[in-house]
């Protein structure tokens, strides 16, 4: 399957926003989960924000309020807007999409919260 492809990622203010993009090609069995994850310096992969087949999403409690996972199928493309950045929200950001017996990555996209 065709690894996703995530853009959007960037150098941000605290207090700024920003729109990830990442589009999944190739066929999508349902049900399946698609999101995003992001990994710090010296920290464990977390997960950030998910939406699933049936439309649930699911958001680590650290990003509720701020951040907003949505997807556009016409476009194989999930969507994580970012607002209200802090410095802890610096990471790289990977696209995941999973299904039973398909799991992928992005290569990710790096988003970093400075002044």
């Known amino acids: 399957q065709v690894q996703p492809v995530e853009s959007g990622g960037g150098l941000v203010q605290p207090g700024g926003s920003l729109r990830l993009s990442c589009v999944i090609s190739?066929?999508?069995?349902?049900?399946?989960?698609m999101g995003w994850y992001r990994q710090a310096p010296g920290k464990q992969r977390e997960l950030v924000a998910t939406v699933n087949s049936d439309g649930i999403t699911n958001y680590a409690d650290s990003v509720k309020g701020r951040f907003a996972i949505s997807r556009d199928m016409d476009k194989n493309t999930v969507y994580l807007q970012m607002n209200s950045l802090k410095p802890e929200d610096t990471a790289a950001y990977l696209c995941?999409?999973?299904?039973?017996?398909?799991?992928?990555w992005g290569q990710g996209t790096q988003v970093t919260v400075s002044s």
């Open positions: 190739g066929i999508m069995f349902r049900p399946y989960t």
């Open positions: 995941n999409f999973q299904s039973p017996g398909d799991f992928r």
